[in-house]
Structures are given as structure tokens and as C-alpha cells.
């Protein structure tokens, strides 16, 4: 069985309450779950909570709800804790709740290589870098790999280094640069593992989740991706998402 989970964290440091943030006439975590059920892969999707209000919301809108303890210090161990609850569950996959639009397209991309590649354990996306500002952003996050696609680092900066473009507008037109986007598959045991690792040193100086794996010799797919999503992390994000969505309901009446 292929579950995808989630997480919804309701004290959010840059900005509270995130998944209730109402986008349109519904909450972000109500976009995020619907656009995720259009997935052809999940076979069962769920919402790791860890607040009441998120919980009653959820429920209300029909989507399941598990409540996590709310000393749960990561995502990945939320995903962990709810995954222990469907023994059934082989893959699983980790569905960021701040991307109330991501392409149900994008899951079933980075789930198709763990079904037809028995040695893949672990999946994530990317996509081109193709804006001096998303290249300069130290929250979009950079991916290199290798010619097998196994992500070989993952960065706030700008990697690779171009060492000879003078200006960053340089490096966009003269180098390959790949974003980080944060949607995670993983074979059961592997998350469980994962779990289990301590914080690893580049991890807490880049504060990459992901950097544990590569430091303790896991493998990570890449799937690039000419699809993207919105990421809402703080109240600027946020405006962009409410312009953004009433800009797909004007085209919606048009049509």
C-alpha cells in the first residue's frame, strides 16, 4: 500500500497557524488535501496533526486526521509516527502541507521510481533554476547529483559554483542549478531508520533535514520535474497564494 501523509503543524514559527490560513474559501491544509486525493498512485492519504483545531478542520472537510504528540521534533518523525500506524503501508510518502497546489502529477512522479527500480529506497524532486531570485534564496534549497540522478548534496546555496560567471544572472544562463522541491517517498524500513539516525554535523549547519541520509550513506533518487508548486512559509507567500488562486477561479469562470 502506498500512504501519503501530511504533516500539519500548527505553531509555525514564521507563521502561526499555517494550516488554517485561509486561501480563498478554504483552509491551506483543505488545498493541499485535495489536490494531493488527485494522485493516481495513493492508495491512502491522511493528515498528521498536532492540534485540536487542525484536527476539527480536517475532519470537517472530510479528510482523515491522526493526532501526533506535539514534542514530535520533525516532520520526518511525524511521518514515522503516523506510518507505525498502518502496518499494511509499504511506501510512503511525505506531502508537504504548505503546497496547497502542488500537481497531483508531481506525487505520482517521485513515487514511479521506488515501483519500477527495486534498488531505490528513497525519492525526492527537482527542477531547473531559471531566476537569478530563486538562486540566490537561501529558502529554496539546491540539489546536485550525479549522472545516476542520486542526489550527491543539497544546499541553501548556490551549487554548483560557477566559477567563472561573474554575476548570478551569469551562472543562471551559464550553468545547470536544480531546486530542492521538499516532497519525500520512502520504502517503509528506510523512513523507519532514518528516524532512528541523530542529527547529523551538515544537517544542523545547513538545517537540511535531508543532509542526514547523504552524511550516513543513503541513497536518494532525483526526479526532475518540469512541474513546480507554491510554497507558503511566510505572510509574503501567503498573499502570492491568495493571488495566485484568484487568478485560477477568474480563468475558471472565463471558461
Known amino acids: 500500500m ?35 486525493t488527485k494522485s493516481r498512485l495513493l492508495n491512502k492519504l491522511v493528515v498528521a496533526v498536532d492540534d ?30 503516523v506510518a507505525e500506524q498502518f502496518p499494511e503501508a509499504n511506501i510512503i510518502v511525505n506531502i508537504q502541507g504548505d503546497e496547497p497546489f502542488i500537481p497531483a502529477l508531481m506525487i505520482d512522479k517521485a513515487v514511479e521510481p521506488l515501483l519500477f527500480d527495486p534498488h531505490v529506497s528513497i525519492s525526492t524532486l527537482a527542477k531547473r533554476i531559471l531566476t537569478v531570485a530563486e538562486l540566490r534564496s537561501p529558502a529554496v ?39 530542492h522541491i521538499g516532497l519525500y517517498v520512502f ?29 550516513n550513506g543513503y541513497k536518494i533518487k532525483i526526479v526532475v520535474t518540469d512541474l513546480d508548486s507554491l510554497s507558503v512559509d511566510t505572510p509574503e507567500d501567503l498573499t502570492a497564494a491568495r493571488n495566485f488562486y484568484k487568478k485560477i477561479q477568474k480563468l475558471k469562470k472565463k471558461d
Open 2 to 36: 502506498i500512504l501519503g501523509v501530511i504533516p500539519a503543524r500548527f505553531g509555525s514559527s514564521r507563521l502561526f497557524g499555517k494550516p488554517l490560513s485561509v486561501i480563498g474559501d478554504k483552509t491551506m491544509i483543505q488545498h493541499t488535501y485535495e489536490s494531493a
Open 52 to 81: 485540536d483545531r487542525v484536527e476539527n478542520v480536517v475532519k470537517n472537510f472530510g479528510g482523515e486526521a491522526i493526532m501526533t504528540p506535539q514534542d514530535i521534533q520533525t516532520g520526518s518523525d511525524r511521518i514515522a509516527f
Open 141 to 179: 534549497v539546491k540539489v546536485v547529483f550525479d549522472q545516476e540522478n542520486n542526489a550527491l548534496y543539497f544546499s541553501r546555496s548556490a551549487i554548483p559554483h560557477a566559477r567563472d560567471a561573474l554575476t548570478f544572472i551569469e551562472k543562471v544562463q551559464n550553468a545547470e542549478y536544480y531546486k
Open 187 to 215: 520504502r517503509k524500513p528506510y523512513l523507519e531508520s532514518f528516524t532512528k539516525l541523530p542529527q547529523s554535523y551538515l544537517e544542523q549547519i545547513e538545517r537540511l533535514e535531508q543532509l542526514r541520509l547523504l552524511e
